[in-house]
């Protein structure tokens, strides 16, 4: 099986717009794309001699580039490893160390943040990607028509490297694959009816698997068109949407929140919009309520990293009587809610997901341990507590892994925790997530100081700050004589969480 796509729709439609970047006005054509693929993976294997199954480390924001070197992926075999550009320095390098890249591409803009990486001496070779962008402008200029002969390799094989906030002290590299990539656009395609006519902005940041795989990946099969922004602006979006006559948008609450309190959304003409697709966390009735008086229908989702990220989507028809339902699953996956004996349990009650189908990750890079306990007779455990109604709507009831997500973003509290125990003034910590009215939720660490200590919740965050990416950030500092435990004296984080809601 070719995984080419970006090849087939040079063939089919060569003159089509792909791509374009909002900030800059530039933009290419398929035929283009695919050119600067060619010439781009001629470069890599010859020049730098790269191979297949080697990563390239990315670290830069939307852009054409990018796209570029995902097409380069799919000819060669070479493995992108999508970096957050909001981290702090040591989780990049952790990053850097656990993947073992060839090839880091950064930004100009981020010079400083890799100025300070430690692992910078595992790489081969680290440029610029305005550099890039330059060899790119320099080979189209040329005129001339680039061959490579793609390489051969499983359906398998890892096109991305997606890391994932540790539930435990570390994150895990998902592995994407070719085969998911592929099948989760097609249950993308089939249950959100794209065409090739549709048209969508993308402005989620590319270290996240909804970036390339919510609308983007399945818009490139379709050979369909797509805006890239750099980063959320709330103004910019509305106007794009009407101007670049915009068909589908993908977003999350918080997002559709801070749009729909511009002054811009009531000026805004949406008649081109077929629907608002929702992900992250349940969106409140009443900011469906308000898309739905200006006519655009919300669709609400459900997904992770691992698998997909589309598994399940409730159609937009049921926004209203299906309050907080993430919908019924799409077409290729096999779902079932079971107890923590792994037996299913009945229609009605409360289950773990696990998820099984052709979108399911082969496993984390380089963590045995971790694929073992995540997958199970190929079947993959979520960790998300929901329950089914008597149609066969699910409906999301808790996080086992006591996650929560701030503006869009998944937070793990182990992560956040691992690294403020490493104070030394810091007995005990816990930190849960609390309702928060601009990014939906926040978190709060509730702290154990050592005896004489006078550290400050100040201090903490500062500490935090040179570690962690921000929205990582408790918000709220409580300090404590004690923290509550429970009968097998673990942390009671219910009990914390129910103070917290007296209050």
């Known amino acids: 099986m070719t995984f080419d796509w970006f090849k087939k729709w040079a063939l089919y439609h060569p003159e089509k717009v792909a791509f374009k970047e909002y900030e800059t006005g530039r933009e290419y054509t398929y035929r283009q794309i695919d050119n600067l693929a060619q010439a781009t993976s001629r470069w890599f294997t010859e020049d730098l001699e790269l191979k297949t199954g080697d990563r390239v480390a990315v670290l830069s924001e939307n852009n054409l580039e990018y796209v570029v070197l995902f097409s380069v992926a799919q000819k060669t075999g070479i493995t992108l490893v999508l970096l957050n550009y909001r981290l702090a320095p040591p989780e990049l390098d952790f990053m850097i160390e656990n ?35 330059e060899k790119h402008i320099s080979w189209l200029d040329s005129g001339e028509t680039f061959t490579f002969d793609n ?16 539930t435990t002290a570390f994150p895990k590299g998902a592995i994407y694959s070719h085969k998911m990539l592929f099948w989760n656009s097609i249950n993308t395609e089939l249950r959100l009816d794209i065409t090739s006519e549709d048209r969508a902005l993308n402005c989620a940041p590319p270290f996240h698997t909804g970036s390339w795989n919510v609308l983007q990946n399945p818009f490139v099969l379709h050979g369909a068109y797509t805006l890239l922004m750099r980063s959320f602006d709330p103004d910019a979006v509305l106007k794009q949407l009407q101007q670049d006559g915009h068909t589908i948008f993908w977003g999350v609450p918080t997002m ?8 811009v959304f009531e000026k805004t003409d949406f008649s081109k919009i077929r629907y608002f697709v929702i992900g992250g966390e349940a969106m409140p009735i009443p900011l469906i309520r308000k898309y739905h008086d200006k006519g655009i229908p919300i669709r609400q989702g459900y997904g992770l990293t691992e698998v997909g990220p589309n598994v399940y989507s409730l159609d937009q028809s049921d ?14 996956y096999e779902v079932k809610l079971v107890d923590s004996s792994g037996s299913e349990v009945k229609q009605g009650e409360t289950g773990e997901l696990i998820i099984k189908g052709p979108t399911v990750t082969p496993g984390y890079w380089k963590n045995d341990k971790a694929t073992k306990e995540t997958i199970i007779d190929g079947w993959f455990h979520t960790g998300d507590l929901m329950k089914q109604d008597d149609e066969g709507y699910f409906f999301v009831v808790d996080r086992i892994k006591n996650m929560y997500i701030s503006g869009g973003e998944n937070v793990y509290p ?6 403020i125990s490493t104070l030394q003034e810091v007995q005990s910590i816990a930190i849960i997530g609390i309702p928060d009215e601009k990014w939906g939720e926040t978190g709060k660490a509730f702290i154990v100081k050592k005896a004489n200590s006078k550290l400050t919740g100040e201090q903490v965050k500062a500490f935090c700050m040179e570690h962690l990416a921000k ?20 942390i009671d984080r219910k009990k914390l969480k129910t103070q917290q809601d007296e209050r």
Do not use: C, W
């Not at 182990?414 to 690294?419: S, T």
């Open 256 to 263: 559709l929140k801070m749009m729909a309190e511009s002054p």
């Open 471 to 490: 929205y990582k950030v408790p918000k709220h500092i409580e300090f404590l004589e004690t923290l509550p435990v429970n009968n097998a004296g673990k």
């Open 99 to 133: 993947s073992d890249p060839s090839v880091l591409v950064s930004e100009k803009k981020f010079e400083e943040k890799v100025s300070e990486l430690k692992q910078l001496h595992r790489l081969k070779h680290h440029f610029l990607l305005e550099d890039l962008a």
């Open 151 to 166: 390489k051969s390799f499983s359906e398998n094989h890892p096109v991305y490297l997606i890391y994932t906030s540790g």
């Open 319 to 332: 926004a209203i009587r299906k309050q907080g339902s993430i919908g019924t699953p799409n077409f290729y």
């Open 414 to 419: 182990a992560e956040v925790e691992h690294l």
